[in-house]
């Protein structure tokens, strides 16, 4: 049985007030969802003092992105032994990074690897664009993030990551994808694609979550979902009631 997870990517937004404000309208509410991994991933700024508010409790928290070297001279970078120093968790590899920070496969997967050195789990991301799509290259764009952004790491490694599903044209917009085929994707492409290259227990033991405008109202039919397991969550993660009701409906679905 994998254990449902509900991350927040709280993206460019919150001032360290504002993160303070955010966390405590939640933290309650987040505590009291049994079952179900919570993870919060503010901008690097707020992982300091949201970890302190964190301290104690069961909800983990997460960065949005490092660089893969340990230090040097790399202006404006932050290093996994900082990030590590704060959080559990490394989002990687979101479309984000990709579309406007160059951020490919191969830049991907040396972060991952400088996750697993320093004890950090990444969130690997994955998703096909709206051009994509239409050209019917969804399998074989996410076949690629999937093999490049996962080189060189052991099946354990593998299994103890946290992969997301996004398609690009539903992140941010409104326009979810159908929870049935989300679950397509996940169950015969990156599953699939993890069973070729790690086996099938691993391929079984990963956390694949959905993510592209989760929102309350939907987020029970992704996660009733057999091969979804969670949330990686945008824009909803920025309202505390709307990010407890997503933690919320991943207990009571997995329940
Ligand atoms: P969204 O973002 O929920 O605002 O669509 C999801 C994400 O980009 O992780």
Same mark, same amino acid.
């Given at each position: 049985?994998?254990?449902?997870?509900?991350?927040?990517?709280?993206?460019?937004?919150?001032?360290?007030? !504002?993160?303070?404000?955010?966390?405590?309208?939640?933290?309650?509410?987040?505590?009291?969802?049994?079952?179900?991994?919570?993870?919060?991933? *503010? *901008?690097?700024?707020?992982?300091?003092?949201?970890?302190?508010?964190?301290?104690?409790?069961?909800?983990?928290?997460?960065?949005?992105?490092?660089?893969?070297?340990?230090?040097?001279?790399?202006?404006?970078?932050?290093?996994?032994?900082?990030?590590?120093?704060?959080?559990?968790?490394?989002?990687?590899?979101?479309?984000?990074?990709?579309?406007?920070?160059?951020?490919?496969?191969?830049?991907?997967?040396?972060?991952?690897?400088?996750?697993?050195?320093?004890?950090?789990?990444?969130?690997?991301?994955?998703?096909?664009?709206?051009?994509?799509?239409?050209? =019917?290259?969804?399998?074989?764009?996410?076949?690629?993030?999937?093999?490049?952004?996962?080189?060189?790491?052991?099946? !354990?490694?593998?299994?103890?990551?946290?992969?997301?599903?996004?398609?690009?044209?539903?992140?941010?917009? =409104?326009?979810?994808?159908?929870?049935?085929?989300?679950?397509?994707?996940?169950?015969?492409?990156?599953?699939?694609?993890?069973?070729?290259?790690?086996?099938?227990?691993?391929?079984?033991?990963?956390?694949?979550?959905?993510?592209?405008?989760?929102?309350?109202?939907?987020?029970?039919?992704?996660?009733?979902?057999?091969?979804?397991?969670?949330?990686?969550?945008?824009?909803?993660?920025?309202?505390?009631?709307?990010?407890?009701?997503?933690?919320?409906?991943?207990?009571?679905?997995?329940?």
């Amino acid at each position: 049985m994998r254990t449902p997870f509900v991350a927040g990517n709280w993206k460019m937004h919150k001032t360290v007030e !504002e993160a303070r404000l955010l966390v405590s309208e939640m933290l309650d509410g987040l505590q009291a969802v049994a079952g179900v991994e919570k993870v919060l991933c *503010p *901008p690097f700024t707020g992982l300091l003092p949201v970890a302190a508010m964190l301290a104690g409790t069961d909800i983990g928290l997460g960065a949005q992105n490092m660089h893969w070297e340990e230090e040097g001279a790399f202006t404006g970078e932050v290093s996994p032994r900082m990030v590590a120093e704060f959080a559990q968790f490394v989002i990687l590899g979101h479309s984000e990074r990709r579309a406007y920070f160059g951020e490919t496969d191969e830049t991907v997967n040396k972060k991952v690897h400088a996750a697993f050195k320093h004890n950090l789990t990444p969130i690997v991301c994955v998703g096909e664009t709206l051009e994509e799509r239409e050209a =019917g290259q969804t399998e074989a764009v996410i076949r690629r993030q999937v093999e490049g952004g996962l080189a060189g790491l052991t099946s !354990e490694q593998v299994a103890s990551l946290v992969l997301a599903y996004e398609p690009v044209w539903a992140i941010g917009t =409104g326009k979810a994808a159908t929870p049935e085929e989300a679950n397509r994707v996940v169950k015969d492409v990156i599953r699939g694609t993890l069973a070729a290259l790690f086996g099938e227990e691993t391929a079984q033991a990963v956390r694949v979550l959905y993510g592209g405008s989760v929102k309350p109202h939907n987020a029970a039919e992704f996660f009733a979902q057999p091969d979804i397991d969670g949330a990686l969550v945008g824009g909803a993660s920025l309202k505390a009631d709307q990010f407890v009701a997503i933690a919320q409906a991943a207990a009571d679905t997995a329940g």
